[in-house]
């Protein structure tokens, strides 16, 4: 099959590379990147493990081609950071108990941070849209709500 050249910003850095025609965004993140946070969890676009952002909306890389990135910005959790420095929503998420095996963590963060980058203060129920394509089997999504409203609350106290 024939490659395809890719150019987007990933995290903020510049990538260019050859990939096959119809490769989903997940797989060139994961194994062409070397990028592992985006999850792969059911492959089907159901769970939302493999959430980032791109152009700052949230997509599922599962389902999204990745020719379709080219000359954009994709972001993951490993770009949410600030160095050695927790992003506000990792730090509401470890404060507030809100992961606990993890899996879904990396899709839930990219759902909220879309949700946060364009609402300052977000109600109760605007984070639970923001996350409802996320599936998380461990917390009962109470303990995630409560980060994320944290976390806004943070945000906005710093800006």
């Known amino acids: 099959m024939a490659k395809t050249p890719l150019q987007f910003r990933h995290n903020g850095r510049d990538v260019a590379l050859f ?3 119809g490769s989903n965004l997940l797989v060139v993140l ?4 070397g990028d592992t946070t985006p ?4 492959g089907q676009g159901g769970c939302g ?7 700052g909306d949230a997509h599922l890389s599962c389902l999204t081609l990745a020719e379709t990135v080219e000359g ?7 770009g949410i950071k600030n160095g050695p420095n927790l992003h506000p929503l990792q730090r509401a998420f470890a404060d507030g ?3 606990q095996c993890g899996y879904c963590t990396p899709g839930m963060l990219m759902a909220a941070k879309a949700l946060l980058d364009k609402v300052a203060q977000p109600s109760r129920e ?3 849209e923001a996350i409802s394509g ?11 709500i409560n980060a994320v409203l944290a976390a806004a609350a943070s945000l906005r106290a710093s800006a």
């Open 134 to 144: 996320n599936i998380c089997r461990c917390t009962g999504y109470e303990p995630i």
């Open 126 to 128: 605007q984070v639970v």
């Open 72 to 78: 954009r910005a994709v972001e993951t959790l490993d």
């Open 19 to 21: 990939v096959e025609g």
């Open 97 to 99: 108990f809100a992961a």
């Open 30 to 33: 994961r194994e062409m990147v």
């Open 39 to 42: 999850k792969f969890g059911c």
């Open 49 to 55: 493990a493999c959430t980032v952002l791109i152009d």
